[in-house]
């Protein structure tokens, strides 16, 4: 009974060296072929990922780039009609002409 150590009231045999069965094992699990699946699916994930996020940014500035060049100068021609028809009115309403439906609009 001195080869075998007791704990917990159960007989265990002796171990094999702590470092040999490490390296064994991670050596059998890093050969694994799920492991390798897994690193295959994270590396494939990963450029997929950056991929997207690319051509993301790339439409983004598209859409940016095009909304300043259409959308912008059309809502400040738009703001500025809406002060002259506001100015009018005002201008109209000073010399005590009564408001024309073109100004009301």
């Known amino acids: 009974m001195a080869a075998q150590t007791r704990r917990g009231g ?8 702590a470092s040999k069965l490490d390296s064994s094992i991670l050596a059998r699990i890093s050969s694994s072929p799920i492991v390798s699946r897994g690193k295959q699916a994270a590396w494939d994930a990963t450029f997929v990922s950056k991929k997207l996020l690319r051509s993301t940014g790339k439409a983004a500035w598209i859409a940016g780039t095009t909304f300043l060049i259409l959308v912008v100068p059309l809502i400040i021609e738009m703001d500025r009609e809406q002060q002259f028809n506001e100015l009018e ?8 002409a009564p408001p024309t439906a073109s100004a009301l609009k």
């Not at 159960?10 to 060296?17: F, G, M, T």
């Not at 009115?89 to 005590?96: D, E, H, I, P, W």
């Open 89 to 96: 009115l005002q201008q109209a309403s000073l010399l005590g």
């Open 10 to 17: 159960v007989s265990l045999p002796e171990r094999r060296s």
